[in-house]
T-cell receptor
C-alpha cells in the first residue's frame, strides 16, 4: 500500500513558466513533508520542506503548499529553468513512538523544462 | 560542513558473488544512517537504518545485510548477489529524524 503517491510520472513545461508537481498521501500521522530533486546517477538533493502545522513554505523560486484536509501537497517552481529538469521526489515523515521518523518516498515525477 | 561519501561509484558483479558497499559521513556525530535502493523506474526503497553503532533495523526482508562498525560508517553487504539486487544504492544521514542528506550513490549491476 503506497502511502505517498506521485501520480504523474512525468511533466513537461516551457522555460519561464510555472511547474507544479503534485503529491498525495494517505497517512494522517505524517508530520513533516519534504521535496528532493535528483539528477541521473546522483543522490537526491534536499530542496524544501514543510511542517504539517503550516500550509505554505517558500524558498526563492520554490514554494510548497500543504492541504491537510485533502492530504495533498504540491511544489511550485516559478519561473522554471532548464536546469530544473530532474526527477522530483516527495517524501513524508511519520513520527510516532519508535519509528525513528523514517521518510517514506513517492516514486518521483520527471520534470522536463524546455528552452 | 557535513559530507557523505560512498564507494565505489559503479560496480559490476556476477550472480553469486559477495558485495560490500561503504558509506562514511564527516562533520557530524551520532547521525542516523540509512541505506536506500532505487531500482529501474521505481522510487526510493528504504532498506536499512541505524541510530547508533551496532544498531541496525531492516525495513524489508532481502538478500542484503548492513553493519555499522563505527559511528560514521555504514556498510551494505551480501554473501551472494542475485540479479534482482541490481540498482542504484544510496546512503543517507540525518541528525535526529529530520531532513535526510544523500550520498552520490553506487550503481550496481549484477550479471
Amino acid at each position: 500500500d503506497q502511502q505517498v503517491k506521485q501520480n504523474s510520472p512525468s511533466l513537461s513545461v516551457q522555460e519561464g513558466r510555472i511547474s507544479i508537481l503534485n503529491c498525495d498521501y494517505t497517512n494522517s500521522m505524517f508530520d513533516y513533508f519534504l521535496w528532493y530533486k535528483k539528477y541521473p546517477a546522483e543522490g537526491p538533493t534536499f530542496l524544501i520542506s514543510i511542517s504539517s502545522i503550516k500550509d505554505k513554505n517558500e524558498d526563492g523560486r520554490f514554494t510548497v503548499f500543504l492541504n491537510k484536509s485533502a492530504k495533498h501537497l504540491s511544489l511550485h517552481i516559478v519561473p522554471s529553468q532548464p536546469g530544473d529538469s530532474a526527477v522530483y521526489f516527495c517524501a513524508a515523515r511519520v513520527d510516532y513512538g519508535g519509528s525513528q521518523g523514517n521518510l517514506i518516498f513517492g516514486k518521483g515525477t520527471k520534470l522536463s523544462v524546455k528552452p | 560542513s557535513q559530507t557523505i561519501h560512498q564507494w565505489p561509484a559503479t560496480l559490476v558483479q556476477p550472480v553469486g558473488s559477495p558485495l560490500s558497499l561503504e558509506c562514511t559521513v564527516e562533520g557530524t556525530s551520532n547521525p542516523n544512517l540509512y541505506w536506500y535502493r532505487q531500482a529501474a523506474g521505481r522510487g526510493l526503497q528504504l532498506l536499512f537504518y541505524s541510530v547508533g553503532i551496532g544498531q541496525i533495523s531492516s525495513e524489508v526482508p532481502q538478500n542484503l545485510s548492513a553493519s555499522r562498525p563505527q559511528d560514521r560508517q555504514f556498510i551494505l553487504s551480501s554473501k551472494k548477489l542475485l540479479l534482482s539486487d541490481s540498482g542504484f544504492y544510496l546512503c543517507a544521514w540525518s541528525v535526529f529524524p529530520l531532513t535526510q542528506y544523500f550520498g552520490p550513490g553506487t550503481r550496481l549491476t549484477v550479471l
